[in-house]
T-cell receptor, first 114, second 115 residues
Framework: DQQVKQNSPSLSVQEGRISILNCDYTNSMFDYFLWYKKYPAEGPTFLIS?????DKNEDGRFTVFLNKSAKHLSLHIVPSQPGDSAVYFCAAKGSAGTASKLTFGTGTRLQVTL | DAGVIQSPRHEVTEMGQEVTLRCKPI?????LFWYRQTMMRGLELLIYFNNNVPIDDSGMPEDRFSAKMPNASFSTLKIQPSEPRDSAVYFC?????????????FGAGSRLTVL
């Protein structure tokens, strides 16, 4: 049972436009959410995170939005750049009081075209 | 800091052979995770350790898989015997767990091909 879902396996966006990557989760115990970026032949690298007490977190061109009632989060990249082309994984964890595991989605491959 | 170091980067083996993947976490990190990446399931957690103690191995597919962490600076993931369906990229990650945060740092991965 996939508790974290990324329903779009791929996304193509023109350089300079906004990229919106979506993620849905089913476990209401999740309270911390992260996005990781992965280039080919490399491990995933941390990009941005958000706690369930917030609904928005911004870091430069990257903003993550959290809608707890809908169990949905999204990553916005504005403006998109060719170097943003990568696979993006959404991840979630529950119970901030323990060293609990991260549950990842299946990833969305973003292609930023010139 | 050299980051999380995994070896080998690539492994090609025949069905039935034993495979051992190795991981050196970041010095000072107290949690270590083994993930497997496949197209169908994305990044799946296999097992994680906290302070060298296995905490959750519910993701280990079956008894053919085993993992150890004999000390804070080394972990192994072993598959014996290996099968073609084990072909995947295996990632090791480590973190310094603090309350409310759990940012993992991943290694570059070990790509396993079982023929």
């Amino acid at each position: 049972d996939q508790q974290v879902k990324q329903n779009s396996p791929s996304l193509s966006v023109q350089e300079g436009r906004i990229s919106i990557l979506n993620c849905d989760y089913t476990n209401s115990m999740f309270d911390y959410f992260l996005w990781y970026k992965k280039y080919p032949a490399e491990g995933p690298t941390f990009l941005i995170s958000i706690s369930s007490i917030k609904d928005k977190n911004e870091d430069g061109r990257f903003t993550v939005f959290l809608n707890k009632s809908a169990k949905h989060l999204s990553l916005h990249i504005v403006p998109s750049q060719p170097g943003d082309s990568a696979v993006y994984f959404c991840a979630a964890k529950g119970s901030a009081g323990t060293a609990s595991k991260l549950t990842f989605g299946t990833g969305t491959r973003l292609q930023v075209t010139l | 800091d050299a980051g999380v170091i995994q070896s080998p980067r690539h492994e090609v083996t025949e069905m039935g052979q034993e495979v051992t993947l190795r991981c050196k976490p970041i010095s000072g990190h107290n949690s270590l995770f083994w993930y497997r990446q496949t197209m169908m399931r994305g990044l799946e957690l296999l097992i994680y350790f906290n302070n060298n103690v296995p905490i959750d191995d519910s993701g280990m597919p079956e008894d053919r898989f085993s993992a150890k962490m004999p000390n804070a600076s080394f972990s192994t993931l072993k598959i014996q015997p290996s099968e073609p369906r084990d072909s995947a990229v295996y990632f090791c990650a480590s973190s310094l767990w603090v309350y409310g945060a759990n940012v993992l740092t991943f290694g570059a991965g070990s790509r396993l091909t079982v023929l």
